[in-house]
């Protein structure tokens, strides 16, 4: 049974478009944002990771959009396991407005491989598999 994990976003006037809403990209930066925090809660951090040769990497994303986000606002992404393998994680991701969340902003999955120093599938460390989804 995954975890969840609730990440709280300002919008920034660096986040939106010429029209005043989120630029479309700026959620898989909010969803990366959400998925570093969860691991420092859980005592990794990603450089350490790299330090120990484990690198991440994105191997695919799904982005829904459902209804636009503005300058100001805040948000929450909440972040869960949707599926887990030795070397993948997909995550599902809901962005939503902090003080009304049942409107659902963006929705999303998102594949993160874990990668050795010559670029080739490794397993995924243990630490984080457990923390996220509370299987030991």
């Known amino acids: 049974m995954s975890k969840e994990f609730i990440f709280p976003i300002r919008v920034y006037y660096e986040d939106t478009d010429a029209e005043g809403v989120v630029y479309h990209a700026n959620y898989l930066n909010f969803m990366e ?3 570093s925090e969860w ?3 859980l005592g990794v951090q990603l450089s350490d990771l790299a330090e120990e040769g484990i690198l991440t990497a994105v191997r695919a994303a799904h982005l829904e959009y459902l209804r636009p986000a503005q300058l100001d606002d805040l948000l929450e992404v909440v972040t869960s ?4 393998s030795r ?3 997909t995550f599902k991701h809901v962005v939503r407005f902090a003080d009304t969340p049942d409107e659902i902003i963006c929705k999303g999955l998102v594949t993160v491989v874990s990668l050795d120093r010559k670029m080739r ?3 995924m460390l243990p630490k984080i598999v457990e923390g996220m989804t509370g299987d030991n």
């Open 33 to 35: 944002r959400a998925r």
């Open 39 to 41: 691991c420092r809660t």
């Open 81 to 84: 396991v949707e599926e887990v």
């Open 87 to 89: 070397v993948k994680i």
């Open 121 to 123: 599938p490794c397993r």
